[in-house]
Structure formats: C-alpha cells, structure tokens
C-alpha cells in the first residue's frame, strides 16, 4: 500500500492527508466520523492533449470509515507545478472560474430542483473537495468511470445517437438556470456575477490574438483547398482580421439579457462522458467548467453541433437537433414550475440561432484542427521553461490541415454557416 507524501504534494502545498480523510468522509455520506486512510495511489486521468490548463491525476483511495474498509476513486485537477505554463495559460483564472461554479452555482441549483422533486435534471460529476487561493487551487471530482461512463474521443465526430442526448443533458441544464432565475432573480443575479469570463473578452484579445491568426490561416487554406471561389470562402475572406473575436467576445458580454444562462462554455467532445444504459438510451454527464459564463443556450448549442459533428448529420439532422433542444428545454423548465413560453419560446430561441449561432463557428476554428490531433502530436505544455509566461502561440503552434478530409471537416463548418445566413 502506497503512503507516499510526495504525490499528495505534486497535486498541491494544500492537498494533505486531511483533505483525503474529509472527501472520504463525504464520499461515504460519514462525515465527522471516524475515517482513517490507509494508502493512496495515482495514475494518468487524462490523454496527452486533452487538458491544457489544468494537471490531471486518478487518484485510488483506500482507508476505513467507522471500522468498515471503503475505498474512493477521484480525478483531481490541479494547477500546473511549471509556473510558466502556468501563467501562459492564466491557469489562475480558469481554476477561479470552475472552483466558483462548482462552490456557489451547483449547490445552489441541486437545492433548488431538490426543492422541486427533479435531481435528474442536473448531469454532473459529485465536486468533493476544492481549494483556491490562486497558488494551490484543486478540484476533486468522483470518478464516474467505474460506473462505466466513458469519454467521447475528441477525434470522432458524434453520431446521431450521442449528439441528441448530449443535447438534450445541456437542455436541462440551462432549464435549470431559465427556471431558478425566472423563480429567485435577485439571487440568480448575485452568484452569476462571480463567474467571469475566461475565453472571449476585450481584454483578453492580445493573450489571443497570434494564436486567433493560426486559426484564421488554417481556415482560409482549408476553404482555397476545398471550396475554392465559393460563397463560402468569400464571405469567411470579407471579416477583417479581429472581427470574428469581436463577435463572440460582444455575445460573452451579455450576462444581463433575460435569457442569458449559465453556460458550460467549453462544450466539446472531450467535455461529456457517456453511459448506454439501455438500447437507444443514453446518460451523459458534463465536464470541466473553466469556461462557464452567463450567456445565451446557443452559445453552447453552436459550438457542440459546430466542433463535433459532420457535414452529413448537420445537413440531415440540423433542424431536428433544434427542435430536440428546445422540446427538452420547454419540457424541463415547465417540470420546474416556470412557464417556458415566457422564458424562452420557441421564437425567442429561433432569433438566437439566427443571431448568434456563428459563435459556434469562431470557436470551432479552433477546436476542429485540435480535435485532429493525434495524442502523439498534441503539445508538451511543459517543454515552457521558467517562470515566465510566453505567447501562447509559441505553444500551440498549428499547421495547416495535410488531409483533404480534415480540410474539408473544418471548411464544410464555414460553408453550412454561410448557407444558413449566420455569417
């Protein structure tokens, strides 16, 4: 049994023995009893790739809660040891905003549907322990994988199947939000202003802007390659550098609107675990809130239809996927005690798309030519020496996409968003 001090210490200054005794406490529903650990052991949580600003472990704990032998199974994040990647990153930030969430926004939302007789309608892995001071933040979640949730690859596209319930998880979500606010405004106000944004700011156009330019080129050479002389290519070519960002950082801006929600924010593939439970049916639970702001549902509706599936499914099914979301939302606000006419009709949800749907697209620029990453070629974050931070271009160095495929993946993005009047 594995007693070893240093991998506590590699997680965190903060992350002791103590901290283990309290989640175990709080796993087994035993807390301020007597607990007692008796070995812990780490492993990789995550591939090379598919965490960026945070540090990633699997943690087995074993120990004895009142004499009875237990064991816990944890993925914890914690805040990168390089303190250059660190600040490249602004890990700080992002574990600021995902601490917020899981400490002021869950427990308040689990009250309320609690309160409501509908705990089904939040899909997210138990938080059972964190700590932020800007130096040792740490998340620990349970480790649902043992219950046979699996991730969704970031390489595949989702299929019809997947893509439908993991709209239909995020249509609760933002049920819960439409509802609670509908229900407790004053309230909703004061715990949607702790959470800030991370990603799609004015202020955080020059952190992005090199990086922003990648995204660009590889865009413009996907559609020359692919969809040469097209509406497509000449309307994505008419945005003068900087635009696009703009778009989406305005859209971040609007925490104040009726219908803005708290969002997941960063709702790609690698996002979402999922479970079969049955034939046809599906459990899906939701993933790493770093991003989570308040804002429209469709910022988070774009970016996963846009970042994980394919030109044929969208072509097929796009209208469908609306129509799924929205029933689930109208379903879901209305077991909540709200009127979902009022709060987000049909036609309200419509203009949104309309108006605001490209943000999908923006984001996706960056998000398809990661997802074609191989876990060979994704970056080494740690190969960031010192303690200083760099240009997080200088990291995240992409080239152009070499598979007619790939190409084709990324630019039919810009093609069916030109078709649809969204840019």
Known sequence: MSRNMDLLNSVSD??????????????????????????????EASAKGDSYLSTVSRILVKGEVNGKPTEVKLVVKSLPKNLGRRKT????????????????????????????????????PRCLASLIDGENDFIVLEDVTPLGFKPVTRQNSLDFA?????????????????????????????????????????????????????????????????????????????????????????FCK???????????????????????????EMQVLMLDFQLARCVSPVLDIAFLIYSCTDKQLRDKHFDEFLEIYHKEVSKSIELLGSNPQKLYSWTMFQNEVKEQFIHGMIFALEAIPFSMLSEEDSFDLDVIEGENKIDIADVWKVENIKTPEGRQRLADVIVHAEQRGFI
């Open 14 to 43: 903060s992350f002791t023995e103590k901290t283990l005794e309290d989640i175990l406490a709080k796993a087994t529903k035993d807390e301020g009893q007597d607990v007692r650990i008796l070995s812990w052991d780490f492993g």
């Open 89 to 124: 990153f602004r890990s700080a930030d992002f574990f600021y905003n995902e601490i917020t969430f899981y400490e002021e926004v869950i427990p308040t939302f689990e009250k309320f549907i609690k309160s409501k007789g509908q705990p089904q309608l939040l899909n997210i």
């Open 162 to 250: 997947q893509c439908c319930f993991i709209l239909e998880a995020m249509a609760r979500f933002h049920a819960v939000s439409l509802a609670f606010k509908d229900q407790n405004k004053q309230e909703f106000e004061i715990m949607k202003s702790k959470i800030k944004e991370t990603y799609f700011a004015d202020e955080l156009w020059e952190w992005y802007k090199r990086f922003h330019g990648y995204s660009i080129r590889i865009t413009k050479d996907a559609l020359e390659k692919e969809y040469p002389g097209s509406e497509a290519e000449q309307k994505f070519n008419s945005y003068n550098f900087g635009d696009l960002y703009s778009k989406s950082a305005e």
């Open 254 to 280: 609007r925490t104040d609107y009726p219908t803005s929600v708290i969002n997941q924010g960063d709702s790609w593939a690698p996002n979402f675990l999922v479970q079969e439970i049955a034939p046809n």
